[in-house]
């Protein structure tokens, strides 16, 4: 939980960001569900497979606006909502039990200041880990969604009864390996830079009606903290949906992306990450490893500003403030 002047002043119960994060969750997904699409997409693509009209479209720096075109014209509009069930599920679930789980933690920790960056890096990557592993079903779930590329759309129950029948327990868990190294050198990043950002960003100079407004301080400090947050775990981000996808015997999958699904001794879920890195290297080179990064960047920073602000926004509605 922030330390602002709002929270600090009252008592925070762990009912009350339960509610508002998942009012956060819900909210924030629903804006950026194309985005998301977009970026799954990008980050599963077979760059080296694509046809070489295509890949000058990609050169030439269309590829976002050739994707989108392709997408709409072959798929349809509803499309970029792809998804969006689990994905809403999850985002409820993960807003609701990664705040609650922090303002615990940080309740429990109250005046251990000498540190308090290192508390707020630990508790960050530990809420963020606990709620990655309830909520983790529901993202393989959403990035197979999304990967269908067919004008079909995949039925939620049918698709976890498909999952657990052909795969097993382990098929919602394909990919958790980079999830947990991501997310716990990830959140904790969010947290701290907010936490710092949160303090020492002054907006006085921009104009004098907007002195007061703290919402605008923790806009500002959740989109820098989007940012570095992002930009420093990506490659963990796309090896995880390529492992997501990996374990699945879905015949659209398996025909849309064979260069994942043939590769066993790569990616694998007991393979080693550098294995997987060395793979991308050698075949997609050094940008391979951030397809889809801009995107991520788009969906990414404003998420989480709007996330920490919704947030702060509901909590203080909650508490009557």
Not at 37 to 58: D, E, G
Not at 179 to 191: A, D, E, H, K, P
Request: charged content about 15%; overall charge positive.
């Amino acid at each position: 939980m922030s330390s602002t002047a709002a929270s600090k002043s009252l008592k925070i119960h762990s009912y009350d960001s339960a509610i508002a994060g998942s009012i956060s969750g819900l909210i924030t997904r629903a804006l950026i569900s194309p985005i998301d699409v977009l970026k799954i997409r990008l980050q599963l693509a077979n760059f080296n497979s694509t046809p070489k009209h295509k890949v000058n479209i990609y050169q030439n720096g269309k590829i976002l606006w050739s994707l989108t075109l392709e997408i709409y014209k072959k798929e349809g509009i509803k499309s970029f909502w792809k998804g969006n069930i689990p994905a809403e599920i999850m985002y409820v679930l993960y807003g609701a039990s990664q705040f609650t789980c922090y303002s615990f933690l940080n309740d429990r920790f109250k005046g251990r200041e000498k540190n308090g960056n290192v508390k707020h890096l630990v508790l960050g990557s530990i809420s963020g880990c606990f709620a990655s592993l309830i909520t983790y079903p529901f993202d393989v779930l959403r990035t197979r969604f999304v990967a269908n590329n067919s004008r079909s759309f995949f039925r939620l129950f049918k698709s976890i009864n498909y999952i657990f029948k052909t795969e097993g327990i382990n098929g919602f868990y394909g990919g958790l390996k980079p999830t947990i190294y991501q997310v716990s050198l990830g959140t904790g990043i969010s947290f701290l830079s907010y936490e710092y950002l949160n303090t020492h960003i002054d907006i006085n100079f921009l104009h004098g009606s907007f002195n007061n407004n703290k919402l605008i301080n923790q806009y500002i400090a959740g989109f820098l903290a989007g940012f570095i947050s992002k930009a420093t775990t990506f490659p963990l981000d796309l090896i995880k949906r390529r492992l997501q996808i990996k374990g699945s015997i879905n015949e659209i999958l398996v025909h849309n992306y064979s260069f994942i699904t043939s590769k066993d001794s790569v990616y694998n879920r007991n393979s080693q990450m550098y294995q997987i890195i060395k793979e991308i290297l050698i075949n997609e080179g050094i940008n391979g490893l951030y397809r889809g990064f801009s995107m991520a960047v788009i969906k990414s920073a404003p998420t989480t500003a709007l996330s920490f602000s919704i947030y702060e926004y509901s909590l203080r509605k909650l508490q009557g403030t």
